[in-house]
């Protein structure tokens, strides 16, 4: 397993820091255009936006743990998988940036109905963060199954296969369907959240697919690691309820995008360093 994370560590660290290298070339872009002040504005919004999402994505990349080890995916397999999801998620990620953009520019009262939808999941969230997900019963796998020609087993990375000159859908497909779904589900959450550090529309597209494009890499990280960070749902989930509060009470309280970054900096590092002191107590 040490060998094929080290791959995923690698490609974890390459999309960091090609997000990183972004973010300084757009402070510097804004720099030379139009002066420091916007440039720093700019990165800041950018670099908040990019954890946002990344943070945010924490959540769904459990879901998928939960989705693979059900239907008892092999690692080769949730490669491909995964691969086709990032592809549904940026063409998804675009449609909705662009509707919340739309509707906020129309109807500048939908922040507060974002920021009460993300406190109350928020809050949600951090009373069901230490409660196991399962598929088992799920209605949606059960409506699946009774509509869908679906083979007993798995046949390779193939989605679709013939028997007896009629088509099935492999299990593999049942995944790809939760994968994106999942995504579909979890988006809800860090769309309207984006929209309380930015309403620059390139702003938002670029952190939100400089995140996305390394979820694949991070998930396997993850999945290897996630019973030790025991904590980091609890700090996601206050995460979402801070962005809240904060698109709630914007309109009356100006909020630096400083102290916003700076926040999701330190809840991420509490929970992840509480996460670690609770594994060696153990």
Partial sequence: MEEKLRPMMIWTLLWLTSAIIFG?????????????????QKTLEYFSGYLLEESLSVDNLFVFL???????????????????????????????????????????????????????????????????????????????????????????????????????????????????????????DSIPAIFAVTNDVFIIFTSNIFAILGLRSLYFLLAHAAKRFYYLKYGVALIIVLVGI??????????????????IVIILSTAITLSVRKNHAY
């Fill in 66 to 188: 939960v989705i693979f080890s059900h239907f008892k995916i092999s690692f080769a397999h949730q490669r491909r998988v995964l691969s086709y999801g990032i592809m549904g998620a940026v063409v998804l990620r675009f449609a909705m940036i662009a509707g919340g953009v739309w509707l906020i520019t129309h109807f500048h009262w939908m922040l507060h109905i974002f920021g009460i939808f993300l406190l109350l999941t928020g809050i949600k969230l951090f009373f069901v963060a230490d409660k196991k997900a399962s598929l088992k019963n799920n209605a949606l796998l059960e409506f699946l199954k009774k509509h869908l020609r679906v083979t007993q087993e798995l046949h390779g990375n193939r989605f679709f296969v013939k028997q007896n000159r009629k088509l099935f859908v492999t299990p593999l497909f049942l995944v790809l369907i939760f994968v994106e779904l999942s995504d579909i589900i979890f988006a809800m």
């Fill in 246 to 263: 904060k698109m709630l009470i914007g309109h009356w309280i100006h909020i630096p995008i400083s102290w916003t970054l700076a926040s």
């Fill in 24 to 40: 300084v070339l757009l402070g510097i872009y804004f720099h030379h255009t139009q002066g420091p002040a916007v440039a720093t």
